[in-house]
């Protein structure tokens, strides 16, 4: 079965520098979520989509934008990166009915150094 | 505000011993979902079990059980006859049971690293 696609799988960026990570949801899901996870944290959750338009907001920093495009796949960018970015990033899609529960990629590991 | 407690950080076991993994939640919301994830060393989020708070009925699949008691706000997790690869950090989650078009974010514990010794 199709699962939830992160890339890149791990990324290291320069403090300053811009980040763009990239989700492709489950075919025919049409909400997808977006989730940071620092070292030793549990995941928080910091934005999503539903049918191509922010459906929640969460504690998402302002130099952090995403959206969700036509072929329903996601983009995270991160502008002006810090050390404390450096975290694992999660994606995950559903279907947005009442409790159907999500499937999370793999995570995209992001590194700032 | 949605609350999720696993007062347990860390726990160490020897194979073949039984573990139950405590999570105690807070909500205002008379529909919501509870969930128990996986997360070994490679990193991903492994799902385990989603149960709404209409359902209480304990359910067992393999070596892993839940208990889940909506009196005590509590869902807790056995393993039974704990391997080593069992050994990863679980975390218990929450959400609302929304209408469609909303978020379901799910609102994580700190986690419970549990490590399995052979």
């Known amino acids: 079965a199709a699962g939830v696609i992160q890339s890149p799988r791990h990324l290291i960026k320069e403090k300053r520098e811009t980040a763009t990570l990239k989700c492709y949801p489950i075919p025919r899901h049409d909400t997808v979520y977006w989730y940071q996870q620092g070292p030793g944290q549990d995941p928080q959750f910091l934005i999503s989509?539903?049918?191509?338009?922010?459906?929640d907001k969460g504690s998402i920093p302002d130099r952090f934008s995403a959206q969700q495009f036509s072929d329903y796949h996601s983009e995270l960018n991160m502008s002006s990166l810090e050390l404390g970015d450096s975290a694992l990033y999660f994606c995950?899609?559903?279907?947005?009915?009442?409790?159907?529960?999500?499937?999370f990629g793999s995570g995209t590991r992001l590194t700032v150094v | 505000a949605q609350k999720v407690t696993q007062a347990q950080t860390e726990i160490s076991v020897v194979e073949k011993e039984d573990v139950t993994l405590d999570c105690v939640y807070e909500?205002?919301?008379?529909?919501?979902?509870l969930f128990w994830y996986k997360q070994p060393p490679s990193g991903e989020l492994v799902f385990l079990i989603r149960?709404?708070?209409?359902?209480?009925q304990n359910e067992i699949s393999g070596r892993y059980s839940w208990n889940f008691q909506k009196s005590t706000s509590s869902f807790n997790f056995t393993i039974t006859a704990s391997q080593v690869v069992d050994s990863a950090v679980y975390f218990c989650?929450?959400?609302?049971?929304?209408?469609?078009?909303?978020?379901?974010?799910?609102?994580f514990g700190k986690g419970m690293k549990l490590t399995v010794n052979p």
């Open positions: 909500t205002r919301d008379t529909t919501y979902y």
């Open positions: 989509f539903y049918e191509k338009m922010q459906s």
């Open positions: 149960r709404n708070s209409f359902d209480e």
């Open positions: 989650a929450l959400s609302e049971a929304l209408m469609q078009g909303g978020s379901e974010k799910l609102v």
């Open positions: 995950a899609s559903s279907l947005s009915r009442v409790g159907y529960g999500y499937t």
